[in-house]
């Protein structure tokens, strides 16, 4: 069973929303969203740690994307609004025990993607 599986991709015009969801297998002290655009570097878009569910986000995305969580069902949801094109990419979902700032190499559990598009 896959450990971490990415749904709610699609394509949206710019200032459209989506909202994208991560099932888990496990529970994970960590979760993570990262995204890599065409021709980039894989980059941290958000992360959310268990203890009181604090928060964080990339620079780029800040005011515009909501991390949550949902434990009953290891569940973590990534709202999207007022998107970019410059958010398009492959959003993928990470899992770590105890690390949860946005050196990608450093997570352990990976999603294989979920395609966003934004249009002009």
């Known amino acids: 069973r896959e450990q971490l599986v990415e749904s709610g991709g699609g394509s949206v015009q710019a200032g459209g929303s989506l909202r994208l969801s991560c099932a888990a297998s496990?529970?994970?002290?960590?979760m993570a969203w990262f995204r890599q655009g065409p021709g980039n570097e894989r980059e941290g878009v958000a992360s959310i740690w268990s203890f009181r569910d604090v928060p964080r986000y990339g620079d780029s995305v800040k005011g515009r994307f909501t991390i949550s969580r949902a434990y009953a069902d290891d569940t973590v949801y990534l709202e999207l609004n007022s998107l970019k094109p410059e958010d398009t990419g492959i959003y993928y979902c990470?899992?770590?025990?105890?690390?949860?700032?946005?050196?990608?190499?450093?997570?352990?559990?990976w999603g294989r993607g979920t395609q966003v598009t934004v249009s002009p």
């Open positions: 990470a899992a770590h025990i105890s690390y949860c700032l946005f050196d990608s190499k450093r997570y352990n559990y």
């Open positions: 496990r529970y994970y002290n960590c």
